[in-house]
């Protein structure tokens, strides 16, 4: 299971996030509205989730039903980095 970031991340890009992911797998372009969680690199350790000033990050089993389109949005990032 990896974690995914959703909608309040949209307009924010706060990288809390980023500074305290363990193993680098949180990106974006400075065009990019959010920030997205590589799901082949997360070691689903949870330390984003605290760091988030804003809620964004969930599990993806936990991610409400409002945001699920974030997860699909999150690993086609990377595919297409790829």
Do not use: L
């Not at 949005?73 to 790829?82: D, G, L, S, T, V």
């Amino acid at each position: 299971m990896t974690y995914v970031i959703c909608q309040p991340c949209i307009g924010v890009k706060d990288a809390s996030c980023v500074d305290v992911c363990p193993v680098d797998c949180i990106h974006a372009r400075e065009e990019d509205e959010q920030y997205f969680i590589d799901p082949d690199e997360c070691i689903d350790c949870g330390a984003c989730v605290p760091a988030c000033p804003v809620d964004a990050i969930f599990d993806e089993g936990g991610v409400p039903p409002e945001w699920r389109d974030f997860t699909r949005i999150n690993a086609e990032y990377f595919e297409k980095q790829r």
